[in-house]
């Protein structure tokens, strides 16, 4: 059994900063790639960033790229989303993802094994 539990949402002003972290446990699961995939109210669900095992390889939509950095910490399977510089349209409910094994395409659903239930994130004007 693998359980996803993301945490450091909460309520921000424009042009301030959130650390969200998500902790991956299970008995002997090692995350390969980990991300972050974030929906808004009446919106699709949306790729943020993502990583490799190694955390040599990093990816970020578009949307987000220059104020958002993804990292991970493998000694305690987490992997953390530092968001500078929150638009309100950051807004979002926030869902971190893991996979078992490493494959293409990692700003795709389809890519990952396991989702936690997400965290809010607020961005007031």
């Not at 095992?53 to 578009?62: E, R, V």
């Not at 987000?64 to 968001?83: C, E, H, P, W």
């Not at 950051?90 to 996979?99: G, K, P, S």
């Amino acid at each position: 059994q693998v359980q996803l539990v993301e945490s450091g949402g909460g309520l921000v002003q424009a042009g301030g900063s959130l650390r969200l972290s998500c902790a991956a446990s299970g008995r002997t699961f090692s995350p390969s790639h980990m991300g972050w995939f974030r929906q808004a109210p009446g919106k699709e669900r949306e790729f943020v960033a993502a990583i490799s095992w190694s955390g040599g390889s990093t990816a970020y939509a578009d949307s987000v790229k220059g104020r958002f950095t993804i990292s991970r910490d493998n000694a305690i399977n987490t992997v953390y989303l530092q968001m500078n510089s929150l638009k309100p349209e950051d807004t979002a409910a926030y869902t971190c993802a893991a996979a078992r094994y490493y494959s293409r395409g990692l700003d795709r659903r389809a890519a990952y094994d396991y989702w936690g239930q997400g965290t809010q994130v607020t961005v007031s004007s």
